[in-house]
């Protein structure tokens, strides 16, 4: 820890069901516990970027800069530790997802000034993201709340018999709802 309470380590900014009250929070809150993170803040990304739903109402931040919305979300400051712990949630060497940098803004009380913060971010791995960005009709969301999540499925209550890079294929190729 720092000498601030502060987790030494990367800010990792969160935008889906890695945020509070969220099914895979859970893993937050573990590393918190561990000492392996803490909450920082709310924050907004400084560019808009499309954040948009696969299968099973997954979030993907897709890493196309200008499209799409400014995405609201969390910003935790994570151990090394704490980070190979989510880039295995997060699937980064089976190619679901990338940590890339990313740049927010805190967003404290009205009328504050606001701080800007170098973050990293899992974004849909590029293999897939434009076309999950054109299945999603070049549309995107502001925010992953409850309202986006309805339909959600828990990873354990997904087809085992298909990767999960499978299932993402199998949507991209479904006709547009």
Same mark, same amino acid.
């Given at each position: *820890?720092?000498?601030?309470? *502060?987790?030494?380590?990367?800010?990792? %900014?969160?935008?889906?069901? +890695?945020?509070?009250? %969220?099914?895979?929070? &859970? +893993?937050?809150?573990?590393?918190?516990?561990?000492?392996?993170?803490? %909450?920082?803040?709310?924050?907004?990304?400084?560019?808009?970027? $499309?954040?948009?739903?696969?299968?099973?109402?997954? $979030?993907?931040?897709?890493?196309?800069?200008?499209?799409?919305?400014?995405?609201?979300?969390?910003?935790?400051?994570?151990?090394?530790?704490? #980070?190979?712990? *989510?880039? @295995?949630?997060?699937?980064?060497?089976? &190619?679901? /997802?990338?940590? #890339?940098?990313?740049?927010?803004?805190? +967003?404290?009380?009205?009328?504050? !000034? +606001?701080? @800007?913060?170098?973050?990293?971010? /899992?974004?849909?791995?590029?293999?897939?993201?434009?076309?999950?960005?054109?299945?999603?009709?070049?549309? &995107? /969301?502001?925010?992953?709340?409850?309202? @986006?999540?309805?339909?959600?499925?828990?990873?354990?209550?997904? $087809?085992?018999?298909?990767?999960?890079? @499978?299932?993402?294929?199998?949507?991209?190729?479904? #006709? !547009?709802?």
């Amino acid at each position: *820890m720092g000498g601030d309470g *502060m987790v030494d380590g990367h800010f990792v %900014f969160t935008y889906g069901t +890695l945020k509070r009250g %969220f099914s895979n929070h &859970g +893993l937050i809150q573990e590393l918190v516990r561990a000492g392996d993170a803490s %909450f920082v803040g709310d924050a907004r990304t400084t560019c808009r970027l $499309p954040l948009v739903c696969g299968p099973y109402r997954v $979030p993907f931040l897709l890493n196309l800069p200008g499209a799409g919305e400014r995405v609201a979300g969390e910003i935790y400051a994570v151990s090394p530790r704490g #980070l190979a712990r *989510m880039d @295995e949630l997060e699937g980064t060497r089976r &190619g679901h /997802y990338e940590r #890339l940098p990313i740049s927010v803004v805190l +967003l404290g009380d009205p009328g504050s !000034q +606001l701080v @800007e913060v170098a973050a990293e971010a /899992y974004y849909a791995n590029p293999s897939y993201a434009g076309e999950l960005w054109r299945r999603n009709g070049e549309r &995107g /969301y502001s925010v992953y709340s409850e309202r @986006e999540a309805t339909g959600y499925v828990k990873r354990k209550d997904r $087809p085992q018999d298909i990767t999960f890079l @499978e299932q993402i294929r199998l949507f991209v190729a479904s #006709l !547009q709802s």
